[in-house]
Every structure is written in structure tokens, then in C-alpha cells.
């Protein structure tokens, strides 16, 4: 059973530094690797998509990284804002799991200005 | 729409009433999704629609939990008897199409249900 675990669990950084958000899955036999952005009382905004075969994806100031041997991925993002205060979720596709996504707890970001 | 339309946004009931929770997919999406999230925790699987049919419903809890797709567009969860907890957000999600993992999910708002 696919189990999907991020840390760390919550973060408080300053504005205008850089971070980085992780993400373990144990079962490497993915589709692909999801990370998504959830604002409180709203629904889940996807961010960045990592086709199984891919190391890493950029959008802006996002960039993910995929590492499908190690069962691992992270999230970078540069020059954080306080608008960037949100839970951050990564998601996996596992193959032969149908078209589930099982999703990790997420990390509740906080930036200060 | 141009987004995944989910009503009510807010849904207050009592133990044991039952429920309908009502999801708009973005228009021409042929794949939807039920998920629950409880408080501080991930979004779990409930049920997947491809069209009118489903085709897994293995994340549904109980058969108090029911979920019907009538004509592939507009699907409704619908839950009996319901517990204090089954409170929680009920998340709808749709997708282009179903299909090993390529189409990205659009996620709506919510409902969040408290059962009292």
C-alpha cells in the first residue's frame, strides 16, 4: 500500500528566503508525482506535474525534483513571499492503484514579512 | 463552468440524517473524482467515475456512502445515516480524461460537512 509522507509538517520562514519542502513515497512504481498548493476554505491549486520518467519540473519560482529509485521528491521555492503562505500537498499516481491519488499530509508554510 | 463546482460549500446536520453532496466537473471532463480530507491530513480516495459508470468505488468507507454519475456530467455523494465522523471537507475532482496518470486533476472548493 502506498504510503505518502512529508516533512517537515510545518515551517515559518521570512520573506525573501529560499526553502525546501519534502516528500517520500514508498512504493517507487509510480505514474507520476503531483505537487498541489491548498489555501484555507479552498480547494487544492496543482502546481508542478513529474512524469515518472522526468528528474524535475520549473514553474517560476517552483522548481520539483523527482528521485522515483529513492521514493523521494522535494519543492523548492525561491525567494519566498508572504503570498506563498499555504499548506503545500504532494500527491503520487501509483501504477496498477487505478486512478487514485494518494496524498501526503502537507506542510503548513508560513512566510513573514 | 470554468472551473469543478461543488454545493453547498457549507453543510451543518444532525446524526443519522442523510446527506447529498452535488459536483459540478469542468465542462467536457469525462473523469471524476470524490476525495475526504479530515483535519490535518491529506485527501483520501472515495470513488472515480469515468463517464456515467464507476469504475473504483474502493475508497468509499461503508455502504452508508453512495455516489451516482447519471449522465456523466453533474455527480452527487450521498451519505445515510450519518456519524459525527463523517465530518469532514468532500473534495471533487475532474480530469480530461482517466488514464494512467497523465491528466492533471482540477479540484473544486469543497463541502465541508459537520455532523452534530
Known amino acids: 500500500k502506498q504510503e505518502v509522507t512529508q516533512i517537515p509538517a510545518a515551517l515559518s520562514v521570512p520573506e525573501g528566503e529560499n526553502l525546501v519542502l519534502n516528500c517520500s513515497f514508498t512504493d517507487s512504481a509510480i505514474y507520476n508525482l503531483q505537487w498541489f498548493r491548498q489555501d484555507p476554505g479552498k480547494g487544492l491549486t496543482s502546481l508542478l506535474l513529474?512524469?515518472?520518467?522526468?528528474r524535475e519540473q520549473t514553474s517560476g519560482r517552483l522548481n520539483a525534483s523527482l528521485d522515483k529509485s529513492s521514493g523521494r521528491s522535494t519543492l523548492y521555492i525561491a525567494a519566498s513571499q508572504p503570498g506563498d503562505s499555504a499548506t503545500y500537498l504532494c500527491?503520487?499516481?501509483?501504477?496498477?492503484?487505478?486512478?487514485?491519488?494518494?496524498f501526503g499530509k502537507g506542510t503548513k508554510l508560513t512566510v513573514n514579512p | 463552468g470554468a472551473g469543478v463546482s461543488q454545493t453547498p460549500s457549507n453543510k451543518v446536520t444532525e446524526k443519522g440524517k442523510y446527506v447529498e453532496l452535488r459536483c459540478d466537473p469542468i465542462?467536457?471532463?469525462?473523469?471524476l473524482y470524490w476525495y475526504r480530507q479530515s483535519l490535518g491530513q491529506g485527501p483520501e480516495f472515495l470513488i472515480y467515475?469515468?463517464?456515467?459508470?464507476?469504475?473504483?468505488d474502493s475508497g468509499l468507507p461503508n455502504d452508508r456512502f453512495f455516489a451516482v454519475r447519471p449522465e456523466g456530467s453533474v455527480s452527487t455523494l450521498k451519505i445515510q445515516r450519518t456519524e459525527r465522523g463523517d465530518s469532514a471537507v468532500y473534495l471533487c475532482a475532474s480530469s480530461l480524461m482517466g488514464g494512467i496518470g497523465k491528466n492533471i486533476q482540477y479540484f473544486g472548493a469543497g463541502t465541508r460537512l459537520s455532523v452534530l
Open positions: 465542462s467536457g471532463h469525462t473523469a
Open positions: 467515475f469515468q463517464g456515467t459508470g464507476a469504475a473504483d
Open positions: 500527491a503520487v499516481w501509483t501504477q496498477g492503484g487505478s486512478e487514485k491519488l494518494v
Open positions: 513529474i512524469q515518472s520518467s522526468q
